[in-house]
């Protein structure tokens, strides 16, 4: 069973930056690809980024992408997103997910969710 537990969620203005944090409680966080995703309100749940357990194959949504930056650290079992230049329409709750057999764009072949993290960005 893995834990995940976002952080570093908030309130910011266009054009600022966020850093979200994703523990884990996994013994073998290291086995697992994690990814991040977002829900806005009334809209589907968005791919953001996702990174194998290598720390390689890192991809990005098609909106975010020269914007936001996913990296891990193995030893700290985190996975964190830098989001820079933020956009209103970037507002959402962002959400960690892992998995040991998939590390791509579909939200629904991850096992593991956390609960969460709202980010807003003020125009």
């Known amino acids: 069973q893995v834990q995940l537990v976002e952080s570093g969620g908030g309130l910011v203005q266009a054009g600022g930056s966020l850093r979200l944090q994703c523990a884990a409680s996994?013994?073998?966080?290291?086995?697992?690809?994690m990814a991040w995703f977002r829900q806005a309100p009334e809209k589907a749940r968005e791919f953001v980024a996702s990174?194998?357990?290598?720390?390689?194959?890192?991809l990005y949504g098609d909106s975010v992408k020269g914007r936001f930056t996913i990296s891990r650290d193995n030893a700290e079992k985190t996975v964190y997103l830098q989001m820079s230049s933020l956009k209103p329409e970037d507002t959402a709750v962002y959400y960690c997910?892992?998995?040991?057999?998939?590390?791509?764009?579909?939200?629904?072949?991850?096992?593991?969710w956390g609960q969460g993290t709202q980010v807003t960005v003020s125009s």
């Open positions: 990174i194998n357990w290598l720390g390689g194959n890192i």
């Open positions: 997910a892992a998995d040991q057999d998939y590390s791509g764009r579909w939200y629904k072949s991850y096992k593991y």
């Open positions: 996994a013994r073998s966080f290291n086995l697992y690809a």
